[in-house]
T-cell receptor
Framework: DGGITQSPKYLFRKEGQNVTLSCEQNLNHDAMYWYRQDPGQGLRLIYYSQIVNDFQKGDIAEGYSVSREKKESFPLTVTSAQKNPTAFYLC??????????????FGEGSRLTVL | KNEVEQSPQNLTAQEGEFITINCSYSVGISALHWLQQHPGGGIVSLFMLSSGKKKHGRLIATINIQEKHSSLHITASHPRDSAVYICAVNYGGATNKLIFGTGTLLAVQP
């Protein structure tokens, strides 16, 4: 079955360390996204990519970096510059028809805790 | 003020009850999504609407473009429906960004 696989599901990090969250999809979707979820807030967009080797900053990109070397993969690195990285991170993908997100799929999420 | 407002924030129902969750937004949109988030955290897309009404099993979603309002209904609710339900809107214009509501936490008791 097609879907999105995120790993790891839980991750603990010491302050000052970079960590990379994996996101892989086998849906043949061009568009992929990273969102951050904090208690009491809606999902917020970190980065998105609509095509291989191209990506754009979302609303809260500071302290994060991404790459899109393959269509299937969109890893997110949480750098030491991110001031408050403890959060739940969700990867998503979709087919874009004009401005509509069709076949919107999400992964199971990765929970990052900074010690 | 969030651009996407959901109500109620929390809802407790007895098994079998008819449930309605509401979503209001502030500007014109190209589409609206209803999503379901289970306790483990993964999110599933339930509906994408640009007009009218859609039905899937016991779930019904409606949208009124003029009033900028959508509702998600669950008929004959069941404890397995317990989850967070999230509304997300796709604004028109130069961007295809999704704006998310903060979610409605539903608990269906047996």
């Amino acid at each position: 079955d097609g879907g999105i696989t995120q790993s790891p599901k839980y991750l603990f990090r010491k302050e000052g360390q970079n960590v990379t969250l994996s996101c892989e999809q086998n849906l043949n979707h061009d568009a992929m996204y990273w969102y951050r979820q904090d208690p009491g807030q809606g999902l917020r967009l970190i980065y998105y990519s609509q095509i291989v080797n191209d990506f754009q900053k979302g609303d809260i990109a500071e302290g994060y970096s991404v790459s899109r070397e393959k269509k299937e993969s969109f890893p997110l690195t949480v750098t030491s510059a991110q001031k408050n990285p403890t959060a739940f991170y969700l990867c998503a993908s979709s087919i874009l028809y004009g401005r509509a997100h069709r076949e919107l799929f999400f992964g199971e999420g990765s929970r990052l805790t900074v010690l | 003020k969030n651009e996407v407002e959901q109500s109620p924030q929390n809802l407790t129902a007895q098994e079998g009850e008819f449930i309605t969750i509401n979503c209001s937004y502030s500007v014109g949109i190209s589409a609206l999504h209803w999503l379901q988030q289970h306790p483990g955290g993964g999110i599933v897309s339930l509906f994408m609407l640009s007009s009218g009404k859609k039905k899937h099993g016991r779930l019904i979603a409606t949208i009124n473009i003029q009033e900028k309002h959508s509702s998600l209904h669950i008929t004959a609710s069941h404890p397995r429906d317990s989850a967070v339900y999230i509304c997300a809107v796709n604004y028109g214009g130069a961007t295809n960004k999704l704006i998310f509501g903060t979610g409605t936490l539903l608990a269906v008791q047996p």
